[in-house]
């Protein structure tokens, strides 16, 4: 069974920075793309960045320029660091692995999500 653990979530000043992980086990062959998600209270689950198996990356154009994704395939972890926080980028924070690019669909794997507040 996939499992999927995520870490480095918390409370950050506006402007500040902040690095999430994400650790995957169990992970079967054909996943191909591992990446972020956000939610924020009252909104719907969104894109934030995602990153396939041969290096292309999807994001939202409210993070291009300040939030950069990687992911080491040895060690199945994806990270997402993230600068130039701003308040709306408040929400809880999920790692996801999929097989396929179908970004607006809540498909494939989903870990429990971290927090991110951003507040002065």
């Known amino acids: 069974q996939v499992q999927l653990v995520e870490s480095g979530g918390g409370l950050v000043q506006p402007g500040g920075s902040l690095r999430l992980s994400c650790a995957a086990s169990g992970i079967i062959p054909s996943i191909h793309y591992m990446g972020w998600y956000r939610q924020a209270p009252g909104e719907q689950r969104e894109l934030v960045a995602a990153l396939s198996d041969g290096g292309i990356t999807n994001s939202a154009d409210s993070v291009k320029g300040r939030f950069t994704i990687s992911r080491d395939n040895a060690r199945n972890m994806v990270y997402l660091q993230m600068n130039s926080l701003k308040p709306e980028d408040t929400a809880v924070y999920y790692c996801?692995?999929?097989?396929?690019?179908?970004?607006?669909?809540?498909?494939?794997?989903w870990g429990q999500g971290t927090q991110v507040t951003v507040s002065s």
């Open positions: 996801n692995v999929r097989r396929g690019n179908d970004f607006t669909t809540l498909r494939g794997y």
